[in-house]
C-alpha cells in the first residue's frame, strides 16, 4: 500500500523499530559505530521541528538472548543508548522478542500511529540451527507488521543477500541493502534521516542513490 494512499493519519506518530544484531561479531568498532551513528539519528530527529513530535523510537536487541532496550519512546525525549556485543546470534529470539512488543501495542499502534518503519542491522547470518524463519513469518502475518516499511540491512560481507530479501514484502517501500564496512554505517543512518522524513511527509520512498548515499547499495536492485 503506497504511504501516500494511506488516509486519516495526518496527526499519528511513526513507529521507528530497530531490530540490531549485538552478537560477538559485532564487538569493537561495529558496535561503536552503531552507538555513534544511532545517537546522531536520533539527535538529529529530536531536533528538528518536523520530525521532534512525530517519531516514536523501539529498540530490540538481539544475539544469544532478546532485550527491549527502548519501547515507543517519544523521540523529543529520547536518551540514545549504549549497545554492547557479545555471544552469538539468535535472531529467531530477537523477532520474538520484536512482536511480543508489537502484540502489547497492537491497540495503540492502530489507534495513534501511522505504518511503522521496520529497520533489521546485522553483519552475519543467524546462527546454524536458529529456526527464525518461522518467527519471521508470525512477523509477515502480524496486521501491522506486514504492513511496515522495512529496511535490511548488512554490513561487510558475511550476511547472505538471501537473509536480507527474506525480510521484503512490498517491493514498492521496502529495501534489502547493504554497506561494504562498518565504517560506513554513517551514511546508512543518513538514509534512514531521509526515507523517516519521507514517510512522515508522505512522500514516495528514496533509494540509497536518490537519497544521495552512494556507499549504501541495494541488493539485487
Known sequence: MPIQNMEGLKHKTIPVIFLIDTSGSMDGLGITQVNVNLKEYIEDLKTDPQTKEAVQVTIVTFNSSASIIKNFEPIAMLVPPVLTADATTDLALGLCKLMEVIQEKSDYIRANCKRPLLIFMSDGNPDPGCK?????DNMNADYIMKRAVR????????????TLEAFILNK???RAVKVADVQD???FFKYLQTITREMISNKPLSTPLQAGVDSVELVNP
Do not use: F, M, Y
Request: hydrophobic content about 35%; aromatic content about 4%; overall charge negative.
Open 151 to 162: 529496511v535490511a540491512l548488512g554490513a561487510g560481507n558475511n550476511i547472505n543477500d538471501s
Open 132 to 136: 527464525w524463519k518461522p518467527e519471521l
Open 172 to 174: 514498492e517501500t521496502d
Open 185 to 187: 554505517l554513517r551514511e
